[in-house]
């Protein structure tokens, strides 16, 4: 390699760590903001103000307000937890699911294995959004039912991938070893194949994130997510978004901000999975 | 990288909606001069003026078709086919006259046989018609539409000539020439309708005797109506009424701005819009015969308890409604709608939150405490979203209650509020004709659109004799004794406010306007420079 190539892919790494901190801080940033919401906000995410209708930003509203007055930054900050929890949980509720689900196949083989597997490309072969909506109307508008809801659909990411992984790392030198001197299934699991895996099912975990806020927000849009202004939890920014987008010739600001919320926090972990790619799964660049 | 392939794939989906919604829109053709293009919002259910029973269809039956009696700008109940009519017997018999000159589009002359046909089928049950109590009031009609009576001939309504149409009542009703203007009442052909059977509305049978002819009906589409060059009253000055079927306001407000649409309502014009359009030329806001209010389920707790009801009625402020709703509303502590007789701004609680809090812990819920989860439902809309957010909150800082809302497509809402209803439902109330029997009778005992189950003997009996009263002031006393039962004592509804239709015509245009029973009258729409 030359020095002149050298150098740049240097930059470009220093580029790429850089943008992947920023990320982080965003994201830490989000995440504190929105569960301090009552600490920063002098305002309340319902308080209705029939004085300050549809005001555009201001120095006593950051973000402008509502149709109904309510200060629209206090919304987007009380939104961050809903958001973020929908994204974070149903990241995880996949995980479970999927992993167990894959290492299970991916371990046992054979027939079983193909049958599990046929499952899996059924329920991957199903519409999304269409099981999403089926799912949240049976499961109740509420931050539990969205959360299962969007779940049950995307754990199938994880079982394919967790699947792979278990079937690349049976095979390997130190497994058949750990057999041979009569290592116990569980042991094998935990002590040789979990970890091997743990790299990729972790970078799908943080792409998995913003597929979930987004999909929450889909259903929001389409006036299926979360809406509960009085409650802890609030209104998603789906909802916020979709309050908005009829003004949105006139009082664009009401989408706005909801619409960068949304896609600044996406991006930033977009860029944490691509990050934590390079470092923990080099190979599956 | 499937993930992002994934995403991409979401955003690609969601960009050929929005290209989908934005090609949904009329064919681009250049309208002629004389073309008017309107948007109804959705398909009609049916032109059928038997069994529609919603606003868009009548909003085309009204264009098509003409009765014996239409209103004039005071409410009254005008000549139209009926030259004139005779009040016989204190009221119990009305015998109409008719015109000699009115032609059905396919040149027959339109004779009382025809209405006579068309309220029997009205209240046929073979009909199912929703709005066959309409005529109840006609002797023998209620016991004819429940099946205990078969023969046709004991009903009281008989065309004794072709001109001469008698109607007999069980009782003298004040209000049944008002009936007479609503489209359930216009006349029907039994040779076409016989003829063609379920599909006598479309195009090519269709026969009416409207300002306007029915010329095509692309279902879930568009509709075209042609000029009726033999209406008797005088052909229409325009030539033609595209009628549109796009659902989404914003893209109905877009076609508007770039003069594809001529005509929008305010099921075409999104409320945040509003203000800024409140300034074009074209604006007009008409306030309506339709109040908005919401009920409470009286048979359950904590609503069985009337104190917890008006508790709920005092801590609304209502003077918030016009500014969040941007569209003229009128805030309304009465039943009875500005503009109809009885109307009356005296009757009703006003915000008084103290007053609200001391009831309320009168009835054992002092600042809300132990008070149960009650549920508000609404059905899906903008609208209706923005005022359930402002009452929660209205309800949340003066009583200290903290109510769930809940949201449903409208049909799905309608069968729910039988089946299963929140503690408290949003409904709103259009005329179907200016009288306010029309209103009170909704919330007596009897009546199948009152979803409170709340009762009240008196209130029924009041409703009654007022129908039956023909002096006006003495049928207002009653109807003011009525709505204090209803709007101060008992209270299983909160009115709210009574809507107005915004609307938007392009400038070229005159004489388009909604009256205020929410009708799209087209007859008289002209050019504005060929007056």
């Known amino acids: 390699m030359s020095r002149q190539n050298e150098a740049e892919e240097q930059r470009r790494q220093r580029g790429q760590r850089a943008l992947l901190l920023l990320s982080l801080a965003f994201i830490a940033a989000v995440t504190l903001c929105g569960f301090l919401a009552p600490l920063l906000s002098p305002y309340s995410p319902a308080g209705l103000q029939e004085g300050r209708i549809l005001e555009g930003p201001s120095w006593s509203h950051w973000l402008g307000t509502d149709g109904l007055g309510r200060d629209l930054f206090t919304r987007i900050l009380y939104g961050a937890r809903v958001s973020l929890t929908v994204g974070i949980g149903t990241a995880l509720i996949a995980l479970i699911i999927g992993s167990l689900y894959g290492l299970i196949s991916g371990y046992s083989g054979g027939p079983l294995d193909s049958l599990l597997m046929r499952i899996v490309d059924v329920v991957y072969s199903l519409p999304d959004l269409l099981i999403f909506i089926l799912l949240s109307l049976l499961l109740g508008r509420n931050i539990a039912g969205v959360l299962l809801a969007l779940g049950l659909v995307s754990w199938v990411r994880f079982a394919r991938i967790a699947r792979g992984q278990v079937l690349q790392a049976k095979e390997f030198v130190y497994v058949e070893g750990a057999r041979a001197i009569g290592a116990s299934h569980l042991r094998i699991i935990m002590r040789h194949i979990l970890p091997n895996i743990a790299g990729p099912i972790l970078v799908t975990l943080t792409f998995s994130i913003p597929a979930a806020i987004l999909a929450e927000s889909t259903l929001s849009f389409i006036g299926l997510g979360i809406n509960d202004p009085y409650s802890e939890w609030g209104t998603s920014w789906g909802t916020l978004a979709q309050d908005g987008w009829r003004a949105m010739r006139t009082y664009p600001h009401i989408i706005l901000f909801p619409g960068l919320a949304i896609f600044f926090t996406i991006l930033s972990f977009n860029y944490l999975g691509n990050g934590l790619r390079d470092i923990l799964d080099p190979k599956g660049k | ?531």
Request: charged share 25%.
């Open chain 2, 1 to 531: 990288m499937p993930h992002a392939l994934r995403i991409a794939g979401r955003c690609a989906l969601a960009l050929s909606l929005v290209i989908l919604f934005i090609s949904c829109r009329p064919s681009s053709e250049v309208a002629s001069d004389k073309v008017v293009r309107v948007n109804l919002g959705t398909e009609p259910p049916s032109l059928d003026w038997s069994v529609a029973t919603d606003h868009v269809s009548f909003n085309v039956i009204a264009n098509l078709m003409v009765g014996l009696t239409e209103f004039d700008r005071d409410l009254k109940p005008g000549p139209v086919i009926a030259r004139s009519w005779d009040v016989l017997e204190g009221g119990k018999r009305i015998v109409f006259h008719l015109r000699d000159d009115v032609l059905w589009s396919d040149g027959k002359k339109v004779r009382a046989q025809d209405f006579e046909y068309s309220w029997k089928r009205l209240l046929h049950p073979k009909t199912a018609s929703e709005y066959a109590y309409i005529l109840f009031d006609i002797v023998n009609a209620e016991a004819f539409h429940r099946g205990k009576i078969d023969d046709h001939r004991l009903l009281g309504v008989t065309a004794k000539d072709d001109r001469t149409l008698e109607v007999r009542l069980r009782h003298p009703a004040s209000y049944f020439l008002s009936i007479t203007t609503f489209e359930v009442t216009y006349p029907q052909r039994q040779d076409i309708i016989e003829r063609y059977g379920a599909k006598w509305t479309e195009p090519e049978n269709i026969v009416t005797n409207g300002p306007f002819l029915l010329a095509s009906w692309k279902h879930e589409d568009e509709i075209q109506l042609r000029a009726n060059p033999r209406f008797f009253l005088g052909r229409p000055a325009i030539e033609r009424v595209d009628m549109y079927m796009i659902n989404e306001k914003t893209t109905a407000l877009a076609l508007y701005e770039q003069g594809r649409l001529d005509f929008l309502d305010n099921h075409s014009i999104p409320i945040f819009e509003k203000p800024r359009l409140v300034k074009h030329e074209g604006f007009r806001s008409v306030p309506q015969l339709r109040g908005y209010y919401y009920g409470f389920v009286t048979d359950r707790k904590p609503f069985d308890d009337a104190r917890v009801r008006k508790a709920f009625a005092l801590a609304i402020d209502r003077t918030v409604f016009p500014k969040i709703l941007h569209g003229g509303e009128e805030p309304a502590t009465s039943w009875i709608p500005p503009g109809m007789l009885a109307h009356n701004v005296e009757i009703g609680v006003r915000y008084n939150p103290a007053e609200a809090r001391r009831l309320l812990r009168e009835a054992g819920y002092p600042d809300g405490k132990g008070f149960p989860q009650v549920t508000l439902g609404y059905n899906t809309d903008e609208d209706h979203k923005i005022v359930a957010e402002a009452i929660q909150g209205m309800w949340k800082q003066n009583l200290g209650v903290l109510v769930r809302l809940e949201n449903q497509e409208w049909k799905v809402y309608l069968s729910k509020l039988q089946s299963d209803p929140p503690h408290i439902f949003r409904l709103g109330w259009g005329a179907d004709f200016p009288d306010p029997d029309n209103f009170m009778r909704l919330f007596t005992s009897l009546s199948g659109n009152n979803n409170t189950r709340w009762k009240n003997r008196r209130f029924d009996e009041l409703v009654d004799l007022a129908a039956r009263e023909w002096n006006t002031q003495k049928r207002v006393q009653l109807y003011n004794e009525a709505q204090k039962i209803l709007c101060e004592t008992d209270l299983p509804i909160i009115p709210l406010f009574t809507t107005a239709e915004s609307t938007l015509l392009r400038p070229r245009f005159a004489g388009l306007e909604y009256n205020s029973m929410s009708r799209l009258v087209l007859r008289d729409v002209r050019l504005k420079n060929s007056q």
